[in-house]
């Protein structure tokens, strides 16, 4: 039984091109999501998600449904893309503090506000000061995840951020399921240590 | 169970994964130690906090420019399949072979003809003319290994095609040729 990311590449696959364009309107939030929060770059973020999405479709043609996971290939590419991205950032030593997901003027932070005034009643108690300490939480918490070691950082936000099972973790990272384990709890208690001011 | 051992399974017992004797075994570690309880209220939250943060939506750029960029990508994959490979496109496709193939050809093709050229003579044994001083100052055109071949061997027959002379019958010919030349021409600079 073909899951609907399969079935929609096979149906690409027969020559239905709207079917890849409705895999990347399923999958580009979780995506783009995953991608900015482990780079910790918004901006590039998108163009790392299209190039993820750009090498699938290149190789469309090889995939095979029911053998492979849509969801996992697809982090599997995004993981290596980021990999290279984080190694020639570190090498060139332009970090992009602008661009921080969470900073203080991005755009993210920009749609946080937006969210939270549209979600919020007109005559409900709206506290400012709570949501002032939210976005602090939210900041600090962002800070963390972007200062825990990569092997550590891939996985806890795959699991936490994206819901990733343990099996579709290992398969995305290769590694075995015991090791994959052992370093989401320990990524999980590095950030309960560095978010201890805050909780 | 100690501390340590039991920091090792609050994932597990946060996702309510564990097999009961070791359940048993952090909540009886739990009951008794302050510091973990303490310290796994606060895994427990900060686990919450994480899986709360909002979702990054994609700008509203993303998706057309995305579809443009898989049109591009899709037209060059036409293109491709459908071009033709016969002709002058099979020639060009010969130089799209790696560097190394190419210098393994070369080399092999060098090293063919280096051999085929040195058996026959070419490269190191080729005879040329040669003009020879005599003692007795007099310009003479000499066809050096030939005519040396002749007058000691005596046997033209051994002459390969081309005026070439097998190299088995040649050294001490070359060399007593070399040693005329050598001494015809050798300045005494008033010495001798």
Known sequence: ML????????????????AFT???????????NFIARFINDRDNAEDL?????IRMFKAAHRYEPGRAHFK??????????CKNEIRNRER????????????????NNQTEEIDLIANTPANSGFQPEVELERKELRNAIQK?????????????????????????????????????????????????DKLKPFI | MNCLQAEEQFSAHFEDTLDYETLQGLEEHL???ETCQQEYARFQESVKVVQQLPQI???????????????????????VKGSTTTGWKQLLNLFRRPVWAFSGILALILAVTGTYLYQDGFLFDRDTDSTVVTSESQKVQVATSPVVTQRAGGNGSQRLPGGVIPRSVRPMQQHYVLKQVSYTNASTRGGL
């Open chain 2, 31 to 33: 009951a008794a130690c």
């Open chain 1, 72 to 81: 996992t290939w697809m982090y599997h590419i995004a993981k290596n893309l």
């Open chain 1, 49 to 53: 998600a299209q190039e993820t999405f």
């Open chain 1, 144 to 192: 963390a995840i972007a200062e825990l070691p990569e092997q550590y950082r891939l996985p806890l936000v795959l699991r936490d951020l994206q819901g990733l099972s343990y099996d579709e973790i290992s398969e995305v990272l290769e590694l075995r399921s015991g090791t994959t384990k052992s370093r989401i709890n320990r990524a999980r208690l590095m950030l309960k």
């Open chain 1, 3 to 18: 899951d609907l990311d399969d079935e929609l590449m096979e149906r690409y696959q027969k020559g239905d091109e709207s």
């Open chain 2, 57 to 79: 939506e994609p700008s509203p750029y993303f998706m057309p420019t995305l579809l443009q960029r898989i049109a591009e990508e899709q037209g060059g994959i036409d293109g």
């Open chain 1, 22 to 32: 409705l895999l990347v309107r399923r999958h580009q939030q979780p995506l783009i």
């Open chain 1, 92 to 107: 060139r030593d332009k970090y992009r503090v602008d661009n921080v997901v969470n900073s203080g003027s991005d755009g």
